[in-house]
């Protein structure tokens, strides 16, 4: 296969993620509550105030967000893994391609620094997504009635949608991870993979309103 050829076809891959964000940003501005990011946003904050205003309800709202840091730790545990083996296998022809005097740009070096920048940014917003689970675990826990509660809330609230963003963040990069590696195994499948990711994925994000 030329490398003209490679060129194109990743970034063609490139272009069909960036517009398939770009498409899913637009349709998030225009109707809202028909995206799930958007919607399930506004879900979780409407569930803070709720637990916030029912007395009783510390224990429940703790193992619900419990639930939700165990799903956000996965995803960073797998983002780690796949960080580690794409290093250790990528490192020679890292090393090759990149400690010359003058290194060469190829489409492989391409698709192997984009697997990369994938895997370390699920892990970061991944383990970000724990961190704020963790605080809002501390705010939820505490008795509705007691006087710092209310003194929370309002992190609470801003914590509870920074948790959810950085969560479904850290999902949506480990699974853009499939169509780069696709790529990796042959230039030309890349673009195909990114098609059916994609179209996978405006299924999910697609709210139908009854």
Do not use: K
Request: proline share 4%; charged share 15%; net charge positive.
């Amino acid at each position: 296969m030329s490398a003209t050829a490679a060129w194109l076809a990743i970034l063609a891959t490139v272009a069909v993620l960036a517009a398939y964000e770009g498409a899913r940003a637009w349709a998030q501005h225009r109707t809202p509550h028909c995206v799930a990011r958007s919607a399930h946003a506004l879900l979780r904050e409407e569930w803070f105030d709720a637990v916030s205003q029912q007395r009783g309800s510390e224990i429940l709202s703790v193992q619900t967000l419990r639930n939700s840091l165990m799903a956000a730790t996965m995803t960073a545990s797998t983002a780690a893994l796949g960080l580690v083996g794409t290093a250790t296998l990528t490192a020679p022809s890292l090393r090759e391609a990149l400690g010359g005097a003058g290194w060469l740009l190829t489409p492989r070096l391409v698709s192997e620094l984009l697997l990369l920048a994938l895997l370390l940014a699920s892990l970061v917003c991944s383990a970000m997504a724990v961190r704020y689970y963790t605080h809002l675990g501390f705010i939820s826990g505490m008795p509705v009635e007691c006087a710092a509660r209310p003194r929370w809330n309002p992190m609470g609230h801003v914590y509870v949608r920074r948790a959810g963003a950085l969560y479904g963040w850290g999902l949506r990069h480990l699974i853009l991870v499939a169509p780069v590696l696709a790529a990796l195994l042959h230039p030309l499948a890349g673009p195909v993979t990114a098609v059916g990711v994609t179209a996978v994925l405006w299924g999910f994000d697609r709210i139908d309103e009854e």
